[in-house]
């Protein structure tokens, strides 16, 4: 298909879905269960090994990181038009952050998480600095 008619194409499902005429299909909805799915494998895992805290923080990490990639990875129906979605970086960078924080309990000892802890702090402020900058006119 040619790309204006996938661009009108999309724009008519747009309108239908917001206006109630149609309903969403599976293709359509978010991919809301790999949170929940790795969740439950990281804490099944982190029970088996006594450390269910960091299993917990790994299978959330992990989960938070598929749902956001999982867009990439799913192959568009036959004869369907449908264009690529931008991948939330913030979600994927809390996803990573967990799973680092998660895999640093077990391996770093105690005394240098309080640096730890305090520097991530300062590097997610400067972080919203720098995206509020970028957002002004």
């Known amino acids: 298909m040619k790309a204006e008619n996938c661009a009108d194409m999309n724009d008519a499902k747009r309108i239908e879905l917001k206006s109630g005429l149609a309903e969403p299909v599976e293709h359509d909805r978010h991919a809301g269960f790999i949170v929940p799915a790795g969740i439950l494998i990281g804490l099944g895992v982190g029970l088996l090994v006594d450390r269910a805290g960091v299993g917990f ?51 770093v000892p105690a005394a240098i998480w309080p640096y730890a802890i305090a520097g991530c702090i300062i590097l997610a402020g400067i972080w919203f600095l720098v995206r509020g900058f970028y957002k002004l006119p």
Do not use: D, H, K, Y
């Open 57 to 107: 923080l790994i299978g959330l990490g992990l989960g938070l990181i598929g749902s956001e990639l999982l867009s990439f990875v799913r192959r568009s129906r036959e004869g369907e038009c449908t264009q690529p979605q931008a991948a939330n970086v913030t979600t994927i960078f809390i996803g990573t952050f967990l799973v680092f924080i998660g895999i640093g309990i077990v391996l």
